[in-house]
C-alpha cells in the first residue's frame, strides 16, 4: 500500500468511503470559480461531523499531509484550493449544514460551519430574526467560510463585518483536538480572544467547524433612496448627514461612479435608472423599527436638507419594495456589466473614510498618467471605506494585453496611494495567495513577526492552509 | 552599583530621573483601590512617549525584569498592581494623556493609552460625537486600561464592550518594539488580528500605548423609564419587546432585585424611588436620534404593550433630563450601598439572556438551602446577560466571618450554575489574579493550552504582568 494509499484509507475510515474523492471531476473543489487557480487534490474529504473533522486532521497528522479547509469555494484570493502538487487534502464542509438551534430571547443561533449564507439567513426569517450578513455570494458561500475571510459585504456599516456578528466559535486544532467556544454570550472576559485569532485567519490557524452568530429584530421596514452627487466630497458629507440623522438607521451607503453605472446602462438597459448620470450616485438604505411611512418621512428630510446644503442635485425615494429592489439591483449590476466589458483589474482596498475624497482624486490623476484613457470602475461601500476600485484598459485596448503588461504597475500606483492614506490592500476580500507577497511588502515587520509567531504557536508543523496568508518557509 | 542600581540607572536614562519612582508613599501605583492587594514595586516608572515605554520594555529585558502595565489602577481582579516580591516594574502609562486626534468625518479619535476615559468621551462630545463606552470608574479609569480589559459598563446592549468600540491599536511588545496598528479603518483583512488579542489580555501579551477608537453622531435626545416587573422571565419578555419595538434605540436595559433597590432605600433615603417595591425593577433608556418627544412617545407606546401583556406591572417614564439622572442614580447607587450594609461576596457573571430566569431561581434556591438566610443583592445589564450576583450574609451574621467562611463555597454554587448554563464567570472584569485559578477549573483545556501557547509565542521570557490571567510556570 502506497503512503497516500495508506491515507486515503484512515480518511475513509474517518468518514466513510463515499466521501473521500479522489476520482472523476474534482474541480468543483480544485478550481476557484474565477478560474484563476488551478489546484489538483490528493482526495477531496467531506466530513458528516466535527468528530469526523478531528478524525480527518488526525489521520492528515499522521501522515504528515498538509489540509485545505473549503467552504462554498467562492473566495476570491485563492484561499480554498489545493495547489497543483496534489500532495494536499481538500476538507470540504459542505455536508455539515444543520442548523444546530436558534434562542430566540438570546438573539442568537448555532449552526455548523457548512451552512449556506443564505440557509442561515432563512432560518434566521423564520423565527422573524434577521442575520444581517449579506452579500453577493450567499447563495452558496458558507458560514465557515465568511468567518474564516471575516467577509464584509452590504450592511458592514450598521452591523459590523462577519467577526462582529459571532460570539462564539467551533475549531479543530492543528492536533485534531476540537474546542467548543460555542458561547452565546455578548460578554466573557475569561482569557485570550481565541475566537478572533481564528476568524479571519483563513483556515491557516484551525478548521471552523461550528458558530454561534448574533441575530437581530427584523426590522419593521427597509426602504432606499438614490441620490445624484456632484463629487466625492459631497458624498462623504452625505454620509455624515445621514449618520446623523438616521443613526444606526442608516443599513447601507453604497457609493457608484458614472463610469460604473454607464456600463450598467449599456450592457443591461432594460434595468431603470431613476436618475440622469452624476459624477456619483448614492445608494442609501435604512431599516426602521416603527413602519415604512416614518422611514421614508425621515428620508424625505434627509434629503431636503442635503439638497438645500448642496451635498446632493437630485434624488428618489423607492416608492415600494419593488423599487427599492430594483436600485440594489442596478448596485449589484456592476460586477457583471464591466464583466461583459472586459478583463479588469480589481482591487478591495479600504481608506478611513476621510480620506476617500483625496485618494480618488490622486489616484484617478496618477492612474491615467500612467495609463492615459484608463477607465475606472469605481463603487463600492462608502460608508466603510471600502472601494472597488477597479482599472479597466483605455477604450480599443485589448483586456487581456493591458492585464498582462499593466496589471503590477496598476497595482503598485494604487496600493502606494492606499497605503500613504493609512488604508489596507484588502478590506473584505483577505490575503489567501493572491496578496500574500504583497502583504509581505505592506505590513509592519513588527505585525508580520508576530503572526507567524501565531502560526508557529498554533500550527507548527504547517499542515493548516499552507502558503496562504503568510509565505511557507 | 547593585543590579536593581544598574537598572534604576537604565529606567532614569529612558524616561528622566523625575519619572523613576522609587522612594516615598507608592501606594497608589502599589495597593489596588478595594485594596485586597498590598504589592511592592522595584521601582514606578511614568513614560511620557511610546518611544519611551519602548525604551523601558528594553531596559526591563536586558535586566530580566519583569514589567506590570498601569492605567488608573480601578481593576478589580488584581491585574494592574505589582506582587509583594519587590522585583516587578510598575510601568505606569498615567502620563500620556494625549488626544491626538479626532477625525470627524471618519467617526474615529486616536488616543494616548493613558487618557482617563471620561477625558476621551469629553473629547469626542466636544466635537459633537458619542464615545459610549461609560462605566463607574470613569473618572479615573484609562482607556488603555479598558482596552487591556476588555471593559464592558452600561452601553454593551448597543455599543458592544471596549473591543467593539476600537478599530486600531499601537501596541509595545515583549521585546520593545512598536507595533503601529492604528489604523482608522472598518474594514481591513491583512492577517490574523493581532488588535483583538491584545484587547482583554490585561498587560500579558504587550502593553497598549495608543489607540484608534469609534465614534458615533450624539443623538437628539436620551431617555429612561422604570418598570416594575413581577418575574425575571417578565424582565426577558421586556426586553424582547423592548428590543422589537426601539431596535439600536434602546442602549440600556438595567435590572435591579428588590433586595438591592431595598438597600439604596435604607442607606440613601433621600433618593425617589418613583416605582413602589416589585420583584424586579429594569432601568430602560433609549436614544433617539430625531428629538425627545419622538422617545417619549415610543416608550409610552412599548410600555403600554407591556402593561397590556402583562410583562410589566407599573412604570415610569423619565420627563427630564433630571429625572432620567435620578433613574440612573438609583442604578449606580447599589454598589455604594450594599459596601454600607457589609462586606459581601462579588460576581460579574454573564448567561445566555434567555437563561437569566433559569439561573436565577436555581442559584437563588441553592445558596438559601446552603446558607440559610443569606441575602442577594442582584443587579445588573441583563441586556448582556450580565449580573452582578453578590451574596450578603444572613441578617445579624458578621460579614467578615461569612466571606472568610463562606467565599469559597458559595462561589462554587455560583460558578457552578453559571457553567451549567454556558455561562462566564467573567463577564467584564477580567481575570487577573483574583480568578486565574479558578480558569484553570472552569476553561476547557483545548483554550487553555491555546492561550498558553499564544503567551510562550508573544512574551516567550514571560516578563509581561506574569502570573495574570495564566500561571506562571
Keep these: 500500500m502506497s503512503l497516500n494509499g495508506g491515507l486515503v484509507w484512515a480518511l475513509t475510515q474517518a468518514v466513510g468511503p463515499a466521501h473521500v474523492l479522489t476520482d472523476g471531476d474534482l474541480s468543483a473543489f480544485e478550481v476557484d470559480w474565477r478560474k484563476r487557480w488551478f489546484g489538483k487534490a490528493l482526495a477531496v474529504v467531506r466530513p458528516g461531523s466535527t468528530a469526523e473533522v478531528a478524525a480527518v486532521v488526525q489521520a492528515c497528522k499522521a501522515h504528515g499531509t498538509c489540509l485545505v479547509p473549503q467552504g462554498g469555494n467562492t473566495g476570491l484570493v485563492g484561499a480554498s484550493g489545493p495547489d497543483a502538487s496534489g500532495t494536499q487534502v481538500v476538507l470540504s464542509l459542505g455536508r455539515m449544514n444543520r442548523v444546530r438551534g436558534i434562542d430566540a430571547a438570546n438573539l442568537t443561533m448555532t449552526v455548523d460551519a457548512g451552512c449556506v449564507l443564505q440557509a442561515v439567513q432563512e432560518a434566521a426569517a423564520a423565527q422573524g430574526l434577521l442575520f444581517p450578513l449579506s452579500l453577493a455570494a450567499e447563495g452558496s ?229 500612467a495609463f492615459p484613457g484608463v477607465r475606472l470602475v469605481d463603487f463600492g461601500h462608502l460608508g466603510d471605506g471600502n472601494l472597488h476600485y477597479n482599472v479597466q484598459a483605455p477604450m480599443g485596448q485589448a483586456a487581456a494585453d493591458f492585464l498582462r503588461d499593466c496589471e503590477k504597475a496598476v497595482n503598485a500606483i494604487v496600493y502606494d496611494a492606499v497605503c500613504a492614506q493609512g488604508g489596507s490592500i484588502s478590506a473584505e476580500h483577505g490575503i489567501g495567495m493572491l496578496k500574500r507577497d504583497e502583504l509581505v511588502k505592506r505590513k509592519s515587520p513588527v505585525a508580520l513577526q508576530m503572526m507567524r509567531a501565531i502560526k508557529q504557536a498554533l500550527d507548527p508543523a504547517g499542515r493548516l492552509n499552507p502558503g496562504r496568508v503568510l509565505q511557507t518557509d
Design 141 to 369: 458561500c458558507t458560514i465557515g467560510g465568511n468567518l474564516a475571510t471575516n467577509a464584509g459585504g452590504t450592511q458592514v456599516l450598521r452591523f459590523g463585518n462577519a467577526r462582529e456578528l459571532c460570539l462564539g466559535l467551533e475549531v479543530v486544532t492543528a492536533d485534531g483536538d476540537v474546542w467548543d467556544g460555542l458561547s452565546g454570550l455578548r460578554k466573557d472576559n475569561t482569557g485570550y480572544d481565541l475566537r478572533d485569532l481564528f476568524i479571519g485567519s483563513e483556515g491557516t490557524l484551525g478548521i471552523i467547524t461550528g458558530a454561534t452568530l448574533k441575530l437581530y429584530p427584523q426590522p419593521a421596514a427597509v426602504t432606499t433612496a438614490l441620490a445624484a452627487v456632484p463629487s466625492m466630497g459631497s458624498a462623504v458629507g452625505l454620509l455624515q448627514l445621514a449618520q446623523a440623522r438616521l443613526g444606526p438607521g442608516l443599513t447601507g451607503f453604497e457609493v457608484m461612479g458614472e463610469f460604473a453605472l454607464g456600463l450598467v446602462r449599456k450592457h443591461f438597459p432594460q434595468l431603470p435608472q431613476p436618475l440622469p448620470p452624476a459624477p456619483w450616485t448614492v445608494l442609501l438604505e435604512q431599516s426602521d423599527c416603527e413602519s415604512a411611512e416614518h422611514a421614508t418621512a425621515l428620508f424625505e428630510a434627509l434629503l431636503e436638507a442635503a439638497l438645500e446644503r448642496g451635498l446632493i442635485t437630485d434624488a428618489a425615494v423607492a416608492a415600494s419594495t419593488q423599487q427599492s429592489n430594483n436600485l440594489w439591483h442596478l448596485r449589484e449590476s456592476i460586477p457583471l456589466a464591466q464583466s461583459l466589458e472586459g478583463l479588469n483589474i480589481k482591487h478591495d482596498i479600504s481608506v478611513p473614510v476621510s480620506k476617500i475624497p483625496a485618494f480618488v482624486a490622486a489616484t484617478d490623476a496618477a492612474l491615467e498618467r
